[in-house]
């Protein structure tokens, strides 16, 4: 067999990442989009960047720009950040170009599911840290598994269980491990804390964040991470692509940058949205529903799960089934959005609970 044929073999083997099905008129609570954002806002946004952008040029010296849009708003050197079409395409490369035949993986049991399927991508061996039947990790077996491991990812918080470790606990992780850290602070606005000051004295820290979900701009692919000054100048210089961001998504993320003060506000009302649901989904006494520091709530339904899912289907409501957890049969995760969206969401339970 030729040597691609067989690499293509082993690919078509693989799941691949999976992302949600489409459906058309839903209100759509499935993919942890950030619908809190006034639409005026963004579609002012990409108004105002398509004036300032000529697409007939590169984005010469422009993707500078949003990098010191990016500093002013995290209070981090740019020469500390590096950016990519999406977080996701950071946290590919970073696992494309620094893994070696004996580089193994420490990371949650459920993580977010495009690093795990990436993971399987370049075949390097994971190890799994289950959550505990409340959903929540014990820094110790991290602490102990992570002496064997050479790159923990963590989504702090994680994607789909809402969980973040106290700060003081992903310190001393993050202090202990001798390996290459990534922290996806992809939800991080809806949070308690950062990590990201860190980096500034740790040089194995690699911590990862999006516009795509407090910024609301998860259509313009903007995703960017701060580490050390070296390890940026090797990824911008060297390892990302010459023009990794079109000119229209670095103009809006530069203006969404400077309205961040609005955009935190948002995620302000959606972390106080998220703490109704919670509650209300907590009152039905139908399920159990796991704290969350995200813009989503993880709850199990339990056996009737998918039955639940259709149900609300069919009221035009769309939520994320994830399955099986640990000990937790039936879990669906469902996004905070805006009032109404959360209101209609929750009568909507109500009403087949009945
Ligand atoms: C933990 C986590 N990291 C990263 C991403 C993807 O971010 P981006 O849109 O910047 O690629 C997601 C999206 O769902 C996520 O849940």
Same mark, same amino acid.
């Given at each position: 067999m030729k040597w691609f044929q067989k690499k293509l073999k082993e690919y078509s083997k693989l799941r691949g990442y999976q992302k949600p099905e489409k459906h058309s008129n839903v209100m759509k609570l499935d993919s942890n989009e950030n619908y809190a954002i006034d639409p005026a806002f963004s579609s002012d946004i990409i108004e105002k960047a398509n004036q300032l952008s000529d697409v007939r040029e590169y984005p010469l010296g422009r993707a500078e720009k949003l990098v010191e849009a990016i500093s002013d708003y995290i209070k981090v050197p740019t020469k500390m950040i590096g950016i990519g079409n999406g977080s996701d395409q950071i946290i590919d490369l970073f696992l494309a170009n620094f893994v070696s035949d004996n580089t193994r993986v420490i990371t949650t049991d459920p993580t977010f599911g495009f690093f795990e399927e990436r993971c399987k991508l370049y075949s390097i061996p994971t190890i799994k840290i289950p959550f505990s039947k409340n959903m929540t990790l014990e820094l110790k077996k991290f602490l102990s598994k992570g002496r064997e491991s050479d790159i923990l990812y963590l989504d702090s918080p994680n994607n789909p269980t809402g969980f973040q470790f106290a700060k003081k606990d992903l310190q001393k992780l993050i202090n202990e491990f001798r390996g290459m850290v990534i922290i996806d602070e992809?939800?991080?606005?809806?949070?308690?804390?950062?990590?990201?000051?860190?980096?500034?004295?740790?040089?194995?820290? *690699?911590?990862?964040?999006?516009?795509?979900?407090?910024?609301?701009?998860?259509?313009?692919?903007?995703?960017?991470?701060?580490?050390?000054?070296?390890?940026?100048?090797?990824?911008?210089?060297?390892?990302?692509?010459?023009?990794?961001?079109?000119? *229209?998504?670095?103009?809006?993320? *530069?203006?969404?940058?400077?309205?961040?003060?609005?955009?935190?506000?948002?995620?302000?009302?959606?972390k106080k949205e998220r703490g109704i649901i919670i509650q209300k989904l907590r009152n039905t006494g139908a399920f159990e529903v796991f704290d969350s520091n995200a813009n989503f709530v993880l709850f199990n339904a339990k056996g009737g799960y998918r039955r639940f899912y259709t149900a609300l289907l069919e009221q035009g409501i769309v939520i994320r089934i994830i399955g099986k957890i640990g000990k937790n049969a039936g879990c669906l995760r469902v996004t905070v959005g805006t009032p109404q969206m959360n209101s209609k969401f929750l009568l909507a339970v109500r009403d087949l609970l009945k």
């Open positions: 992809a939800y991080v606005e809806f949070a308690d804390y950062s990590v990201v000051q860190l980096a500034k004295k740790k040089d194995n820290l *690699i911590v990862v964040r999006t516009l795509s979900k407090a910024f609301g701009l998860a259509g313009l692919r903007l995703g960017y991470f701060v580490a050390n000054k070296e390890l940026v100048d090797v990824f911008s210089r060297v390892i990302q692509y010459p023009y990794p961001l079109n000119s *229209i998504a670095i103009e809006a993320g *530069i203006l969404a940058l400077k309205k961040s003060k609005y955009l935190l506000d948002v995620a302000n009302t959606v």
